[in-house]
């Protein structure tokens, strides 16, 4: 079976370092996730413009991946959030990491204007099971997190988005009531997230097979 990607995002404007990467890293060389998936998954960093979403995405998705798990920094927010879609929008106010804005409002010409992950409710669960304080989300943003998940969501496999608040900014031991803050916390939890990717990839890839071979039967 195909391998599970997992993509983080590089450096941008106000934020140099882009803990999404450092995550996404850290979650493709655990030995735990190695152990879950019995593979080494992909992990894809994405520069922070919008030419990567042809010149990195593309090429990743082309090669059909088993599943897709995407993690992306949004400083304002203070828990992780499990996003449900992502919006055939754009905004141009804000520019990439080169300084380039999007051309139209619409992030691909003739697309739906939305497309949501039918795996939302499940990955949340998991993240709660492990301890982590999370919400659904609405809003992916206008900006290459939404762009780039649009562009998974067309896929046919099993793709989540998972937005992490900037970690404490404090080298003293967090509390262990707040590993919602913890990055070594995020890297269990999502494994776990991973784990429910692969199990709904594998689901589905049998369901397939179980529907041509019926087909090929009745003939």
Not at 34 to 54: H, K, Q, V
Not at 167 to 175: I, V
Request: hydrophobic share 45%; net charge positive.
């Amino acid at each position: 079976m195909a391998r599970l990607l997992i993509t983080g995002f590089g450096p941008f404007p106000r934020v140099p370092d882009n803990p999404s990467a450092r995550v996404a890293r850290r979650l493709a060389s655990s030995p735990h996730l190695r152990r879950i998936l019995g593979a080494a998954p992909d992990c894809l960093i994405l520069d922070t413009r919008y030419a990567a979403l042809d010149a990195q995405l593309a090429p990743a998705l082309a090669r059909q991946p088993a599943a897709v798990l995407m993690i992306g920094v949004a400083a304002s927010r203070r828990r992780i959030c499990v996003e449900t879609r992502a919006v055939n929008r754009v905004s141009r106010l804000f520019p990439d990491a080169s300084g380039a804005v999007s051309r139209s409002l619409a992030f691909e010409s003739g697309a739906p204007a939305l497309r949501r992950s039918p795996a939302t409710e499940a990955v949340r669960v998991s993240l709660m099971r492990a301890g982590l304080k999370v919400v659904a989300s609405r809003d992916a943003g206008r900006y290459l997190c939404n762009a780039a998940y649009f562009r998974a969501l067309a896929q046919d496999c099993p793709a989540i988005f998972l937005h992490i608040p900037m970690p404490a900014r404090t080298k003293r031991p967090l509390r262990s009531d707040r590993p919602h803050h913890d990055p070594d916390a995020w890297v269990a939890a999502f494994a776990e997230a991973a784990r429910v990717l692969m199990q709904r990839a594998r689901r589905d890839q049998g369901v397939a097979t179980s529907s041509v071979r019926r087909s090929t039967e009745s003939r």
